[in-house]
């Protein structure tokens, strides 16, 4: 009997650990004795046979049974179960990391995808949506579908639970899930959630894969009220929050009352003194001189604190007055969605989940966290203006590094971001650096920009 070594097909059981084999771990493999003519030429009715000794014919009955001496019998370790690798939540990062996964794939992992839509929606093309100028269908991913053509196993439905410690996971209506290393990227929700939750003339630009749905059958009914009851008041239609995706509701809006040929007013209301907090002024004023020419009222300065339903609707402002609103889009700052409160994660002192450069929740747990959801403690950049192409490209890099013990990659926010604003009569603006263009390149430039990203995950 001779033994050999055989390579060990799956992962180490612990990251950066090589396996090592001892004496024991070594795999037996059986060479065979030359052919005995003699016992295999035996007649079990001779008389001389069956005289032999009941040991001696048991040895050559098993040696003459042997398999043929070029053959070797090999035992095989069983195979280790896949480790588990959970994305919770269907934001750019994570659609990223599913549409790579087979030619990214993490030896010995099973990556599964966790989503509360089986629909994801890009948020660039929302307000170009809301203008006519997309199909709602252009801009929806089939979440199904990428799975299965990717190899990734999907569960469509909301976790409501988040242990680290236990590696766990609950949801609304499916069995526990258990993890070995998570990411969570299920982005934020508009500010003030307790507000748009509670009244029907609020409709939230969130979840967006949701979002039109939601604003064809509400703006429907405004339009069939109004065509059984003209009157002389134009219905009034409010944007709350004068941020970049605010300043592109309004422009798409209006847009959108030019086409159709309703009598609609559009308003913005923000708490900032000013839109577009944090851009460059050039840009501020191209948009107030765009927002004048097209007739959008911009009121700033006082936050939307309730909402008067009592005849007509109206919003009632911090300073105390009130705007009429017939249908008000609520697409203020960002904040957590109510479902983290039920991941026991460090947060942030706005409840958002704290994280490290390397994207790693600071727990020193086997979690990672991108995207809105997740605040960056050594960094002071705002949410808008991180890259999430680079946030995925490092957060794919430290998912693989973290199975196998390398060292965590680093992720290094932009300084400037590339803006584009869609103005929802096939212009655009584009700001960076100080600079600011507008025109029709511009919304040819953001089109393809767009439609490129969105097509990378439409399986046809």
């Not at 590339?418 to 600011?436: E, N, P, R, V, W």
């Not at 430039?445 to 490129?452: A, E, H, Y």
Request: hydrophobic share 40%; aromatic share 6%; charged share 25%.
């Amino acid at each position: 009997m001779t033994k050999s070594r055989e390579p060990d097909g799956d992962p180490p059981e612990n990251p950066g650990d090589e396996p090592e084999l001892s004496d024991s771990d070594d795999l037996l493999v059986f060479e065979e004795a030359p052919d005995d003519p003699e016992l295999l030429e035996f007649d079990l009715t001779d008389a001389d046979f069956v005289d032999e000794s009941i040991g001696n014919a048991d040895r050559r009955v098993r040696d003459s049974a042997k398999p043929p001496a070029t053959a070797k019998a090999t035992v095989v370790p069983p195979k280790l179960p896949p480790k588990q690798l959970v994305l919770i939540g269907a934001g750019h990062a994570h659609l990223q990391i599913v549409n790579r996964w087979p030619r990214r794939r993490i030896p010995g992992v099973e990556l599964t995808l966790v989503s509360a839509f089986g629909q994801a929606a890009s948020s660039n093309m929302l307000s170009g949506a809301l203008a006519g100028l997309y199909r709602s269908e252009q801009m929806l991913i089939d979440l199904p579908k990428l799975c299965e053509r990717r190899g990734v196993r999907l569960i469509v439905d909301r976790a409501n639970s988040f242990d680290p410690v236990a590696r766990e996971i609950e949801f609304a209506h499916q069995p526990k899930l258990n993890f070995d290393l998570a990411s969570i990227n299920i982005g934020s929700v508009p500010s003030s959630e307790e507000l748009w939750q509670s009244h029907r003339i609020m409709i939230s630009a969130k979840p967006l894969s949701t979002f039109l749905a939601r604003f064809h059958a509400r703006f429907q009914e405004l339009v069939e009220q109004w065509n059984q009851a003209p009157g002389t008041e134009m219905l009034q239609v409010v944007v709350v929050g004068g941020g970049a995706a605010g300043v592109e509701m309004a422009f798409c809006l209006e847009q959108r009352r030019y086409d159709l040929e309703l009598p609609i007013d559009v308003r913005v209301v923000d708490a900032h003194p000013g839109i577009l907090n944090g851009f460059p002024q050039t840009t501020v004023r191209k948009v107030k001189k765009l927002f004048h020419k097209r007739g959008i009222e911009v009121s700033p300065g006082s936050r939307v604190v309730d909402c008067d339903d009592m005849g007509p609707s109206s919003l009632v402002l911090e300073n105390g007055e009130r705007i009429r609103a017939d249908l008000v889009i609520w697409v203020t700052g960002a904040a957590p969605p109510m479902s983290v409160r039920g991941f026991q994660l460090p947060k942030s002192s706005q409840g958002f989940l704290t994280v490290r450069s390397t994207l790693q929740s600071t727990a020193n747990v086997p979690v990672f966290a991108v995207g809105d959801v997740a605040d960056l403690v050594d960094s002071s950049i705002p949410k808008s203006d991180l890259s999430t192409a680079r946030q995925a490209a490092v957060l794919q890099h430290n998912l693989a590094n973290w199975f196998t013990g390398r060292p965590l990659a680093v992720y290094r926010p932009l300084r400037s971001a590339l803006s584009l604003l869609s103005c929802g009569d096939g212009t655009a603006i584009l700001s960076y650096k100080g600079f600011c263009f507008h025109g029709q390149w511009v919304w040819r430039l953001k089109d393809r920009i767009d439609r490129s990203w969105v097509r990378k995950y439409q399986m046809r």
